[in-house]
């Protein structure tokens, strides 16, 4: 089953994450803002993982003092949409 996932971050300075996952795999992510370099870091290392080990590793990353990061709203977002 593929999906395509649109999800609004918090507390972050992306403003989108979109997300294509199929059968359990994360075949694309592309952040709108952000710290292009870092987003794109973390998008193309999510690519081809299971959804599960994608939480499993970004679950409860931090950005400094923000109790939040761009890698951890990814994370977040495959929970709010895990099949």
Do not use: W, Y
């Not at 089953?1 to 507390?11: A, D, L, R, S, Y």
């Not at 370099?37 to 993982?49: E, I």
């Amino acid at each position: 089953m593929v999906m395509e996932i649109k999800f609004q971050p918090q507390g972050v300075c992306s403003k989108q994450i979109v997300i294509d996952v199929e059968d359990g795999i994360v075949n694309n992510v592309k952040f709108i803002g952000g710290c292009s370099g870092n987003t794109q870091g973390v998008g193309a290392l999510a690519k081809g993982m299971q959804v599960n080990e994608v939480i499993e590793r970004l679950q409860g990353i931090r950005c400094g003092a923000r109790p939040t990061s761009c890698p951890d709203q990814l994370a977040k977002a495959l929970v709010k949409h895990a099949m």
